[in-house]
């Protein structure tokens, strides 16, 4: 497996870090930036005799290094600041991914697209747009992020493992996040039998604001381990082939009734990207949020044709 890494700041070079630990494949790590994937990768490369890894990476400012890469993943630009939403990194990060697809896909027509960058529902979009990739092989990480926090905060709150915590967000990334209380189990049991009405609202409004808080903590940049061990978890299910169901911002054409738009729903993934959207059993309420979240994804999309 060829994987490049576009983009070395902290989420990129965190993914590059779990990456080569795990044995994935063989690494590109790439940025606009001179000198600075040079110096991670060999950074990267020092470890790896102390932590018994293979050295393989390049780290590079040229994209004829990424020629052939089996998967892209995208961190490349701005990551949000104390008091910014999301949304509000819409155009500078809008250009950089534009910059980013021209420059990867004549090399890697074959690849596999793992986007990061936010807004991520709307940069899904733009990357698969701007391919002409089949969307199977387009698709962004925002879920097994917002699902692992709430895992967490779950676990945390009932003082267990956050091993024995099975949950899933659903949605795009940011307000309109799903959480699912009916398919959420603490040591097999259903979460609504563990906690009251207003701990769930809490658990899941914190989860929503899971970003925020890093953010405020931090002040100068936004989360990057859990977000990097995340995209992990998407890179081994494709490099291994596992058919995991993971939850991920996929095209979806008439699962759950929503068509033609990216928005967060359950993929398998496997070595040729998303294998198939899988539909839970929804209620009506839940469903409907979806459907909601859906359509403020295309709304903005369509935004993105106005910039
Ligand atoms: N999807 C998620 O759940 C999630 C989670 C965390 C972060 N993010 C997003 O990931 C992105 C990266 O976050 P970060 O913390 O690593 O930011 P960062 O500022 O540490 O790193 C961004 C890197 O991108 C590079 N870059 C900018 N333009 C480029 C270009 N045209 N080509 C190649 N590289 C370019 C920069 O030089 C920098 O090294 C942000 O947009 C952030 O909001 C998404």
Redesign the pocket.
Known sequence: MKITV???????QTTAMRLLEKGLGELVL????EG?PQGLALDLKEAAPVEGYEPLITGTNDYADTVGSDIVVI??????QPGMS?MD?LGK?AA?MT??IERTVPGSPNAIVIV???P?DEMTFLAADKSGFPKERVF???GV?DSARLRYFIAEELEVSPLVVEAMTLGS?GDAMIALPRHATVNGEPLPELVDETTLARLFQRTRDGGVEIVAFLKT????FA?SASVVAMVRAIAKDTKDVLPVCAWVTGQYGISDVYVGVPARLGSGGVEEIVELDLNDGELTKLRQAAEGIRTKCEDLAKL
């Open positions: 576009v983009g070395s700041g902290f989420v990129g790439i940025d606009i930036i600075k961190t490349a630009g701005f990551p949000r999301r990194l990060n950089i910059d980013v990061v960058s936010n991520l962004g990480m925002a992020l990334h940049g936004s989360a990057y977000p």
